[in-house]
């Protein structure tokens, strides 16, 4: 009777424990994934750091460069419409000396006062938009940086 209480015991052990072929499993799948993939994943990171280098190094310098020329063409145009704007002002003023023209003037150099201030607020405005953007582009890659450093790290 102990002999058979003993077979079955073996028996359901046999049946009902899987923890040695789980673990011959796991053991396999760990061998494979490290001998085969590793290799894979580590191309696919150098090639991925190759890329955000070129990035950095290509993309980020031509975008600022591209975001301050057009700053400085804007600054242009406004320095050339002050200009322009100015000479029709003294030539006013040179052919107009009546009462009328007088009052005319005066008001024109309001209207001129108001469109000074609403260029000056216009070129502060883009001087905030070329800073934010500015600041996003250095975000952006500054997290793309980080990004890859942990990829790399992980590796």
Known sequence: MDKIIKDVGDIQSRLLDHRPVINAEIR???KEFEEKRAHRESRLLETMSKVVQEANE???PSDLEGVKQQLSNIIARLNAANHMAERVQQRELETHQSGQLQE???RLKDEWADFVKEQQRLKEEVSQEHAE???????RYSEKKKEL?????DV
Do not use: P
Request: hydrophobic content about 50%; aromatic content about 10%.
């Open 28 to 30: 396999y799948f760990v």
């Open 104 to 106: 005319n003037i005066e």
């Open 58 to 60: 290509e993309v980020l």
């Open 133 to 139: 953007a500015v600041r996003q582009l250095s975000t």
């Open 149 to 153: 450093d942990q990829l790399l790290a």
